[in-house]
């Protein structure tokens, strides 16, 4: 049978930002949606990148494994959009289960549909880390070129299955930090996932520009500046204070319910 093979943007072997621990994370290639801000709209075209199979990953992870082991770290798949290549994924994760009992954690926007062959990714993925962007439908469209339903599926259906998750939201100035985004935000995390052990609120930055200019695409957001971390306090207290209203909220209704 041939090797199982994926098509991989890059890897780095000393990752610190993307999931607990050091990481080794790799970036596949491809992705469907078009954010606005993303940092590596190189990762966009499913055909670019470089062919690589299991093993050749596997054999690239080795030498680090008792880093990863000491630091609680493990392996991150990102992208792109890891889930476009689901079977390969799949098959690296058992893989790095089996042979090392290695921590495995899904970088992922959410725009896939539920399938065996998605399950079969999750049933070996540690932690999923979920991007959610904007809450309102044609705002979201208009951020990421894709609908917002699709994304809301796939995170109750890791909820259904109860699958640890953390939340990753880029605060974007002027257009994912309106007081409404950020307490819906909090409201579908504490009303309906009740997976979620963690929310991650990443600043807004404009380090993947020139990425857009080397590609000839059109930056949109020249005029946004930075977020700070007076934005993310912020933006923190507002989604928790939406968390504390559902649960004030529920401890009511319990109540009158008897
Ligand atoms: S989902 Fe991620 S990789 Fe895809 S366009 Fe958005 S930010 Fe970029």
Redesign the pocket.
């Known amino acids: 049978m041939a090797a199982r093979t994926g098509r991989i943007h890059s890897l780095e072997t000393f990752g610190t930002v993307d999931g607990p621990g050091i990481r080794f994370v790799l970036f596949m290639q491809g992705?469907a949606?078009?954010?606005l801000y993303?940092?590596?709209?190189d990762?966009?075209n499913a055909s670019d990148g470089r062919e690589v199979t299991v093993e050749e990953i596997l054999a690239e992870i080795e030498p680090y494994i008792p880093y990863y082991d000491r630091a609680g770290g493990g392996l991150t798949v990102s992208?792109?959009?890891p889930t476009l290549q689901a079977p390969f994924v799949a098959e690296l994760f058992k893989a790095v289960k089996e042979r090392w009992g290695l921590h495995t954690a899904l970088d992922t926007?959410g725009f896939c549909e539920p399938s065996p062959v998605l399950d079969e990714l999750l049933q070996y993925t540690d932690l999923v880390m979920l991007?959610l962007k904007e809450m309102d439908a044609e705002r979201h469209k208009a951020l990421?070129s894709q609908p917002l339903d699709r994304i809301h599926r796939f995170a109750r259906h890791l909820a259904e299955r109860k699958q640890p998750a953390w939340i990753r939201f880029v605060l974007v100035p002027g257009l994912t930090d309106s007081e409404d985004n950020l307490m819906q935000l909090g409201t579908f995390i504490e009303k309906e996932l009740p997976n979620v052990e963690k929310i991650e609120i990443l600043p807004y930055h404009r380090m993947g520009i020139y990425k857009w200019e080397e590609l000839g695409l059109e930056y949109k957001l020249h005029d946004v500046p930075d977020g700070t971390p007076e934005d993310v306090e912020r933006a923190r207290n507002i989604i928790e204070a939406a968390r504390r209203q559902v649960r004030e909220q529920r401890t009511v209704s319990q109540t009158v319910n008897g």
């Open positions: 992705c949606m078009r954010c993303c940092h590596n709209p990762t966009w992208g792109g959009e926007c991007d990421t």
